[in-house]
């Protein structure tokens, strides 16, 4: 059965400071590999998303994400926090043989200090 | 990129009424919806898979006779909560898959909050 962990509940960091949320996942198949953001009482907007190709994906607002395979894991890092950044992030995945179902982590949220 | 509409933001009821939730994508027709229920400082746990034009597919312990789902357009899916109690007070997202098909992102509404008194 498909998995994610994200093994940080929180995470701080001061702005300016690089930071990176931690995702590891288990499939079966190859991985479809996501990152979603939610701030308060509002729903999920998508930041990037592993296909396949290059490793290093860039997406929204200056993060990118890393697919490493030998460790399965999919870390979210941004070069440089804004204290903006400060919300909760979810990790995802989707598989052939969990019949493509998004299976999200537990969050970590992210406390970026001015 | 995709616009999912989702009303009632927040919704009060009282105990043994029933609740209707409506999910559109407003830009985009989305034969697949989902739902998702969000406790506090928890994961969004999947609830049902909403099909245009047939039957939602349940996760295994969600009650389908308590959430019914209707999906009766490309572009409106519904959850209603019958009968409610206080334990069914939550945080209910839909989403819709993109036009990446199995590759797509999902495209989220803004989320419900339901207190049942």
């Known amino acids: 059965a498909q998995s994610v962990a994200q093994p940080e509940d929180q995470v701080n960091v001061a702005e300016g400071n690089p930071l990176t949320v931690k995702c590891t996942y288990s499939v079966s198949g190859n991985p479809y590999l996501f990152w979603y953001v939610q701030y308060p009482n509002r729903g999920l907007q998508f930041l990037l998303k592993?296909?396949?190709?290059?490793?290093l994906v860039k997406g929204s607002y200056g993060f990118e994400a890393e697919f490493n395979k030998s460790q399965t894991s999919f870390h979210l890092k941004k070069p440089s926090a804004l204290v903006s950044d400060s919300a909760l992030y979810f990790c995802?995945?989707?598989?052939?043989?969990?019949?493509?179902?998004?299976?999200f982590g537990a969050g970590t949220r992210l406390f970026v200090k001015a | 990129g995709a616009v999912v509409s989702q009303h009632p933001s927040r919704v009060i009821c009282k105990s043994g009424t029933s609740v209707k939730i409506e999910c559109r994508s407003l830009d985009f027709q989305a034969t697949t919806m989902f739902w998702y229920r969000q406790f506090p400082k928890q994961s969004l746990m999947l609830m049902a898979t909403?099909?245009?034009?047939?039957?939602?597919?349940?996760e295994q312990g969600v009650e389908k006779d308590k959430f019914l789902i209707n999906h009766a357009s490309l572009t409106l899916s519904t959850l209603t909560v019958t009968s409610a109690h206080p334990e069914d007070s939550s945080f209910y997202i839909c989403?819709?898959?993109?036009?990446?098909?199995?590759?797509?992102?999902?495209?989220f509404g803004e989320g419900s909050r339901l207190t049942v008194l």
């Open positions: 909403s099909n245009e034009g047939s039957k939602a597919t349940y």
């Open positions: 995802a995945v989707r598989d052939k043989a969990g019949g493509f179902k998004t299976i």
């Open positions: 989403s819709a898959r993109g036009t990446g098909g199995f590759t797509g992102e999902l495209f």
């Open positions: 592993y296909i396949t190709g290059d490793n």
